[in-house]
């Protein structure tokens, strides 16, 4: 949901004619996602007034307040009750992760996936499946992937400013982009039903976005006796592609007996 409130801010912002240089559609939209649930709308407008941009000073927009009490609004009207049914955090929580990452010297974009992988395969597998024995998935199983990204990694990094989109690049839309420590890093999602799918539509929002480093997470669906041995990195002509594996269909631990 967090990305489908990202572009209807950013369509809405665009059709006004309005100049969003800093992204401030998508600070708000990650602000909505993760807060609005918890705060009563005099607090969350609060909050919004906190946010830095120069989107007001650009566009000679002289009432914040009005106008952000109309965005708010407006983002109640379509996505207030789907919000109230959501539950805005990972499942099982993220406090062992959150804590091991807090441990070292510094926060990679390998270590992040890393741990989201771990988070996902010990308590999340079961949010993809509708029936694992029946090998019958949820509907849109990469939603529920970028879903499942981004309530994992605000449980982990909410207090150091990461920010999630979905990135127009060039021929399409690179599933998520997480910006920490000034970077961005380029995320791909893609769920494992047959083949290997990915690396080169990622090798081509690397080139267009002028980044040689790019990560593919592969959410892995395929029967136990019929995993794929996936390369752990992929060297292309735009630079280096890391795949991480998430196994959503293991052996039940009924059979390791």
């Given amino acids: 949901m967090l990305f489908t409130i990202q572009a209807y801010l950013e369509e809405y ?16 939209a990650n602000l909505y996602f993760y807060h609005r649930s918890t705060m009563d709308t005099a607090a969350f407008l609060r ?23 109309t965005l708010v609004d407006r983002l109640d009207r379509q996505f207030k009750k789907k919000m109230d049914t959501h539950n805005p955090t990972f499942p099982g929580g993220t406090e062992p992760e959150r804590k091991r990452l807090q441990r070292l010297p510094r926060t990679t974009i390998e270590t992040l996936l890393k741990e989201f992988k771990h988070a996902v395969e010990a308590r999340a597998v079961d949010v993809f ?4 024995t029946k090998g019958k998935l949820q509907p849109n199983p990469e939603t529920i992937a970028q879903s499942q990204f981004a309530l ?9 400013g990461i920010v999630l989109r979905e990135i127009y690049s060039g021929i399409g839309f690179v599933d998520i982009g997480v ?5 961005l890093h380029l995320i791909e999602i893609k ?11 990622l090798e081509q929002y690397m080139k267009t976005e002028g980044r040689n480093k790019g990560s593919l997470l592969i959410i892995d ?3 136990p006796n019929s995993k794929l ?12 592609i890391k795949v991480y594996q998430v196994d959503i269909n293991p052996f039940p631990p009924s059979s390791l007996n």
């Fill in 13 to 28: 912002i665009n059709n006004r004619n309005l100049t969003d240089s800093d992204g401030y559609a998508v600070r708000l």
């Fill in 191 to 201: 769920v494992l039903t047959k083949k290997f799918e990915g690396p080169k539509q």
């Fill in 47 to 69: 909050k919004v007034k906190r946010i830095r941009t120069v989107i007001f000073a650009s566009n000679r927009i002289r009432n914040r307040a009005e106008f952000e009490k």
């Fill in 179 to 183: 910006i920490f420590s000034s970077t």
């Fill in 129 to 132: 499946w509708q029936s694992r």
């Fill in 221 to 223: 669906t395929l029967k």
């Fill in 229 to 240: 041995n996936l390369p752990k990195s992929i060297i292309t002509p735009s630079g280096t």
């Fill in 152 to 160: 994992f990694t605000w449980g982990v990094l909410r207090n150091r």
